[in-house]
């Protein structure tokens, strides 16, 4: 079955509770308990002094209740005596200054002296527990982000990246297009880390030099996670390694980063507060479905929801009924097969005392609690859902360069890289059809995926171009939008021909003009005669050989293509020039759907999202709620009523759990 696991910490507790504490959870049908992450001052109180007695009881005792454990390197927060005796193990702020020693993540990845340490508490750690039958799983650090520091160190590794890639600074030169400005680098050390006390002033760089400092930021830390894990495999060449991602403030390219690992982790940290406005894209579906891109398989959600949030902001509101149920089984219905709950009890001290856990600080039953037994109860019930995975016939293309881009270079008020991908997502999600989320890096096949989405795909090499055009003369069905082609690999701008530059000849089209219309309002209609909101940016398109599906309805433009569909090869490529409200997306997917074989569901109510698990010659529909409103709909005949937030799931024999 889906396994259930928690999150523990009895560093934080008087052993009076640890018995108490893992009897509860293994009578609550808990699988495994995650340990250790944040827990260096404990098994290394001194430099050289290590401790481990309290580990090793934890972890036997966890045992002796029939449990597995996931333990994790404690490398996010090294001790103080760390940091203190060797200040060039904490990172750097983007003024230079090293950071102030407040909650966690101070250490600097590339830091040869933070290095030797990590080292030495990993191999202690491998020593110790590799191999032992009790352990699931190693989880590499917490939460790892970009390495934005600019440390020495990190200086140097920066320009040493710049020299391998690029060979001369003459190279670097012409590719950065530094003349502008009369940025040209005459020395290799004149090249700096993103360092400035103009922190939030990104726009006075050179935005070329940006994207390959973003890049280089997002290798450091795919490195630093691989040489944790290759310690760890020196002791046990069959362990289990993963670590939990999030997306924080730096985020990587996670597709490389997990390439050394085994699975996939993420924390599963929804919003527990609906919004009202129906045009807002809030489900955690989208990111549940680039996890499981991340290896190509199933994944295991290393914290899930289980409390109200609070620490870096203010208590969020209580869970609702069916919230818990209902955020969990979201994950498994996109291929989660283990969910460890944050946490089991909430933290009396520390920053984190009101992120509050499954029980609160009274330590008494709640409904929390109770909502997760039942949970257990319903997954047991579900046969052979855990041999299931989710098979997609619809590819969405997630491109850390154009993350990057766009979060560097803005185009206009409100152009936002990763709410159009969501957009896109959350249409599907809506029509009852499975998703990828792939990397641009992968292979793209018609014949596993028929359709394949590639949302703003501004920094554009010759080999993805190339990719995309083959994939479409063999038979695929392919959507770009706006600023597409608008870059070359360096990330400056397409000289000399018409946008979407490398794709104009797929596309079939011609931007002639382009206007930011940001946050303004405009209409245009589809080719059913349908009007639909749009904004943000607009594309002015001459035809070369597609034909248009939507046209402008207002300004100087009115009556020129905003969206444009080309027969190439065996098979399409459609090309929208604008950001349209949810209904123009539901619109133009259908019809690429229907274009592209793909059977969906028409009638789900807005905010109800469905997907399959498959396997084994079963198949499981989830449907989930993903609003407070109650919605009524028919499939295969069959009324199903759904309350806040409830989750039904259909089987292949005509059942329903």
């Not at 009369?182 to 050179?206: H, L, M, P, R």
Request: charged share 25%; with cysteine.
């Amino acid at each position: 079955m889906i396994k259930i696991a928690i999150d523990y910490y009895p560093e934080h507790w008087d052993r009076s509770l640890w018995e108490d504490d893992v009897r509860a959870m293994a009578e609550l049908g808990c699988y495994a308990v995650r340990v250790g992450e944040f827990a260096w001052s404990r098994m290394e109180p001194a430099e050289g002094v290590y401790d481990f007695g309290w580990l090793d009881d934890a972890v036997e005792l966890i045992a002796r209740y029939g449990m597995k454990v996931i333990l994790g390197t404690p490398t996010n927060c090294a001790p103080l005596w760390l940091y203190t005796e060797h200040p060039d193990t904490v990172q750097c702020e983007r003024d230079g200054q090293r950071t102030h020693l407040g909650i966690r993540g101070h250490r600097c990845q590339t830091s040869p002296t933070f290095r030797a340490y990590a080292e030495k508490i990993v191999r202690k750690m491998a020593e110790r527990y590799a191999g032992r039958p009790e352990v699931l799983a190693w989880q590499i650090d917490n939460e790892v982000e970009s390495n934005h520091c600019t440390c020495p160190s990190c200086q140097e590794r920066f320009q040493k990246y710049c020299k391998d890639k690029h060979g001369t600074l003459e190279q670097l030169n012409r590719d950065w297009g530094t003349v502008v400005w009369s940025g040209e680098y005459s020395d290799w050390s004149q090249i700096e880390c993103f360092n400035t006390a103009w922190v939030n002033k990104s726009d006075w760089f050179n935005p070329a030099y940006m994207l390959e400092y973003e890049r280089f930021c997002s290798e450091t830390t795919a490195e630093y996670v691989a040489f944790q894990a290759a310690l760890i495999r020196e002791y046990d060449p069959a362990a289990t390694i993963t670590t939990n991602a999030c997306f924080g403030l730096h985020v990587q390219d996670f597709y490389k980063e997990f390439a050394p690992l085994d699975v996939a982790s993420y924390d599963n940290y929804p919003p527990l507060e609906i919004p009202e406005d129906a045009n807002e894209v809030y489900s955690n579906a989208f990111a549940l479905d680039m996890v499981r891109g991340w290896k190509n398989k199933n994944f295991w959600i290393m914290e899930q929801l289980g409390g109200p949030m609070g620490c870096w902001m203010p208590t969020t509101r209580a869970m609702e009924p069916g919230m818990l149920e209902g955020y969990a089984l979201q994950a498994v219905a996109h291929g989660a097969d283990l969910l460890s709950f944050f946490r089991w009890r909430t933290a009396a001290t520390g920053a984190e005392m009101y992120c509050f856990g499954l029980l609160d600080h009274d330590n008494k039953p709640n409904r929390r609690l109770k909502e997760l037994e039942l949970l257990q109860h319903r997954l047991a019930k579900i046969e052979g859902l855990e041999d299931t995975t989710v098979e997609a016939q619809v590819a969405l293309v997630f491109s850390p360069d154009q993350s990057y881009n766009f979060a560097n270079q803005a185009q206009s008020r409100g152009f936002d890289y990763w709410r159009q991908e969501r957009l896109f997502h959350d249409t599907l999600m809506g029509l009852g059809v499975n998703v990828d989320v792939v990397s641009d890096a992968e292979p793209l096949d018609p014949a596993r995926h028929k359709l394949v989405i590639v949302p703003a795909y501004a920094v554009t090499s010759d080999a993805f171009a190339e990719k995309l055009e083959a994939y479409v003369r063999s038979g695929g069905h392919a959507v770009l939008t706006a600023r597409s082609g608008a870059k070359d690999a360096n990330g400056n701008c397409t000289v000399g021909e018409y946008l979407p530059g490398k794709f104009a000849r797929m596309a079939g089209c011609r931007v002639l003009e382009s206007d930011a219309i940001g946050e303004a309002v405009q209409t245009l209609r589809d080719s059913n005669g349908n009007v639909h909101n749009i904004g943000v940016w607009c594309d002015l398109l001459e035809l070369d050989g597609a034909r248009a599906i939507a046209e402008y309805d207002q300004r100087y433009y009115a009556g020129m293509p905003a969206a444009c569909r080309n027969a190439y090869g065996e098979g399409s490529c459609s090309y929208v020039g604008t950001i349209g409200d949810k209904s123009f997306h539901r619109a133009l997917l259908v019809s690429e759907l229907r274009l592209a074989g793909i059977d969906f569901i028409e009638n789900l109510p807005a905010g109800v999202e469905s997907s399959t698990r498959a396997g084994g010659g079963r198949e499981y529909r989830f449907f989930f709620n993903n609003t407070m409103k109650n919605h009524t709909f028919f499939y295969q005949g069959k009324r199903v009523t759904l309350q806040p937030l409830e989750v039904k799931i259909s089987t292949s024999d005509g059942a329903w759990l």
